[in-house]
């Protein structure tokens, strides 16, 4: 393969590399950026700690912490404080956006769409962590409720 076929395949995240000239190139999938740290482990236990419904979205929670620059304590430690983790959600909605009026398509769905309004919504974007946590909820001890949860994921 050569031009664009190698291009289009290097931009899905494939990369095609061939042992020798005379061989055909072999496929090496990337290993996905969660795997190589302690996130999934941490949320996993702290899921756990906290008896958290399944599917608990591990994954989801991490990348949408990466695509969005987000801590990827936050949308778990909202949904531990907003709706047990999940226990008591409606619609899809574990975080209580929108004071749990809005639904999602799919847990999935929720997890990206907070992400994304944490991170570039209009309320939200340029704001520190407190910043962010005082929009979302003005209850003074709100936010530290939320970043207490935060710590428990790194503790666990």
Same mark, same amino acid.
């Given at each position: 393969? !050569?031009g664009?076929?190698?291009?289009g395949?290097?931009m899905?995240?494939?990369?095609? $590399?061939p042992?020798?000239?005379?061989m055909?190139?072999?496929? &090496?999938?990337p290993?996905?950026?969660?795997?190589? *740290? *302690?996130?999934? @482990?941490?949320?996993?236990?702290?899921?756990?700690a /906290?008896?958290?419904p !399944?599917?608990?979205?591990v =994954? =989801?929670?991490i @990348?949408a912490?990466?695509?969005?620059?987000? *801590?990827?304590?936050?949308?778990?430690?909202? +949904?531990v404080? =907003?709706?047990?983790c999940?226990?008591?959600?409606?619609?899809?909605n574990?975080w209580?956006?929108d004071?749990?009026?809005?639904?999602?398509? +799919? $847990?999935?769905?929720?997890?990206?769409?907070?992400?994304r !309004?944490?991170?570039w919504?209009?309320? /939200?974007?340029? @704001? *520190?962590?407190?910043?962010?946590?005082?929009?979302y909820?003005?209850?003074?001890? /709100?936010?530290?409720?939320? @970043?207490?949860?935060m710590? =428990? &994921?790194e503790t666990?």
């Open positions: 393969m !050569q664009a076929g190698w291009f395949l290097t899905l995240g494939i990369n095609l $590399v042992a020798s000239r005379e055909t190139p072999v496929m &090496i999938a290993e996905p950026r969660f795997a190589r *740290d *302690d996130r999934a @482990k941490n949320l996993k236990a702290f899921f756990d /906290y008896q958290c !399944q599917p608990r979205h =994954e =989801e929670y @990348k912490a990466d695509a969005y620059g987000l *801590d990827y304590r936050l949308l778990p430690a909202l +949904s404080r =907003e709706s047990t999940g226990r008591h959600a409606r619609m899809n574990r209580g956006w004071s749990a009026r809005t639904g999602f398509a +799919s $847990v999935a769905r929720g997890i990206e769409y907070v992400a !309004q944490l991170a919504g209009r309320s /939200y974007r340029d @704001k *520190d962590l407190d910043g962010k946590l005082h929009t909820n003005p209850n003074p001890l /709100y936010p530290g409720e939320v @970043k207490r949860l710590q =428990e &994921i666990d």
